[in-house]
C-alpha cells in the first residue's frame, strides 16, 4: 500500500494531474450513458489508482450533480471487520444522507443483542437468512425483516451466540440490500472498493458473488442505478460474468512531458528537460511514480 506522496491531509483536486480519460469514462457512467455499472481499474502499484478513486469520490461530493458516494479501502489491514457486514456498515456510514428503513433498524438490534427482532422463519412468514455455501455468504435476496415475534423472548447478551451473531448480521445484509435497491431505483449511488487484491478472499468472493452479481447483473435483484467501482493491482477477470455491464480500465494512461513536470514541480523536484524525457523512458520501460520520482530527486541532487 502505497503512501501519500502528497503529503497526506485533506485531498487536494488541484494536486491531481491527467486523468482526464479516466473521468470522462466515469462521468459517463455517472450520466448512466450505456449499460455500464462496474468500472474496473487495474494497474501496479504506485501508478495512481486510489488517487484516481479520490478524485471519483471528489467529483461525486463537491461538483454537482452530486451522487452520494462511498469510498472504502478494503484491504485487510484498513477494514478492520472483513465480513459483508462489515462492509455495508461502513457504506451505509459513508452515504448517511439517504434513509435505510430496514437496515438501520436491524443494525440497532444486532448491536443490541436483541434477537427477537430476528425471528426465525417459521411461523412468522419470515424468509431465511443467507447461506453459507463453500465458505462464501451466498447472500439471499429479498428477504423481509419484521417487528419481533411476540412469541420470542428478547435475547440477552448472555444468551447471544455467535449462530444469533451470524444470522443477525446476514439479516442486516439482506436489510440493506433492500434499502439499497428502493434507494437505487430512482437515485445513482456509487460505491467505490480500492485495493481489492488486499481484502480477504471472502470478501472478494462476496463482491463478486453477490454485490456484483446479485444485486448488479441480475434483474430480479438489481439495484438499478448502483454504480461500483473496484480497484487493485489485481483483478480477477469479471469480463464473462458481468458483460455490458462492465467498464474496465486495464492501464492509467500514459502521460506525457507537461504532465511528468508538473508531477515532478508538485513532489517538489524542479526538473531539467532531460531530466522529464528520461523519468517519461522510465515510466514507458514500466516503471512506477515512485521509482521515476525518485530517480528524479537523485538527478536533481546530483545536478545542483
Ligand atoms: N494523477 C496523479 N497526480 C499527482 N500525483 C499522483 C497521481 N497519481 C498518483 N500520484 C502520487 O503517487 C502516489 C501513489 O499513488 P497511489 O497511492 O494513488 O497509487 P496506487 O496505484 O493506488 O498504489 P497501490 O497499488 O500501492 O495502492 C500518491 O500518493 C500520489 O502522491
Ligand atoms: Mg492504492
Not at 12 to 32: C, H, K, Q, W, Y
Not at 82 to 105: C, E, H, M, N, W
Not at 173 to 189: N, P, S
Request: charged residues 25%.
Amino acid at each position: 500500500m502505497s503512501e501519500d506522496l502528497l503529503g497526506g491531509g485533506l485531498f487536494d483536486p488541484e494536486g491531481v494531474i491527467d486523468r482526464e480519460a479516466e473521468s470522462e469514462l466515469f462521468e459517463t457512467m455517472l450520466a448512466l450513458g450505456h449499460d455500464a455499472r462496474v468500472l474496473t481499474v487495474s494497474d501496479k502499484g504506485f501508478m495512481g489508482k486510489s488517487t484516481l478513486l479520490k478524485k471519483f469520490e471528489y467529483r461525486c461530493q463537491w461538483i454537482t450533480p452530486y451522487f452520494p458516494v462511498s469510498l472504502t479501502d478494503i484491504d485487510a489491514n484498513r477494514l478492520d471487520d472483513q465480513t459483508p457486514f462489515g462492509l455495508v456498515g461502513k457504506i451505509r456510514a459513508d452515504i448517511s444522507d439517504l434513509s435505510f428503513p430496514k437496515f438501520d433498524p436491524a443494525r440497532d438490534a444486532h448491536a443490541g443483542q436483541d434477537f427477537s427482532f430476528f425471528a426465525p422463519a417459521t411461523g412468522t412468514g419470515i424468509a431465511s437468512a443467507s447461506s453459507v455455501s463453500g465458505g462464501v455468504l451466498a447472500g439471499r435476496i429479498g428477504t423481509v425483516i419484521q417487528t419481533p415475534s411476540a412469541t420470542i423472548a428478547p435475547a440477552t447478551s448472555a444468551t447471544w451466540t455467535l449462530d444469533m451473531d451470524r444470522r443477525a448480521r446476514e439479516r442486516c445484509v439482506e436489510a440493506f440490500f433492500e434499502d439499497l435497491r428502493a434507494i437505487c431505483a430512482d437515485q445513482t449511488v456509487v460505491v467505490i472498493l480500492d485495493t481489492f487484491d488486499n481484502a480477504r478472499l471472502e470478501l472478494q468472493q462476496w463482491i463478486v458473488k453477490v454485490l456484483l452479481r446479485h444485486h448488479i447483473v441480475d434483474e430480479r435483484f438489481a439495484c438499478d442505478r448502483l454504480l461500483v467501482v473496484l480497484a487493485g493491482r489485481e483483478l480477477p477477470n469479471l469480463n464473462p460474468a458481468l458483460g455490458r455491464r462492465l467498464q474496465s480500465i486495464g492501464v492509467l494512461s500514459s502521460w506525457d512531458k507537461e504532465h511528468i513536470r508538473s508531477f515532478l514541480q508538485k513532489q517538489g523536484v524542479d526538473p531539467s528537460d532531460v531530466a522529464i524525457d528520461f523519468v517519461q523512458e522510465l515510466l514507458a520501460d514500466g516503471k512506477n511514480l515512485l521509482s521515476a520520482l525518485s530517480v528524479a530527486r537523485e538527478l536533481r541532487r546530483i545536478t545542483t
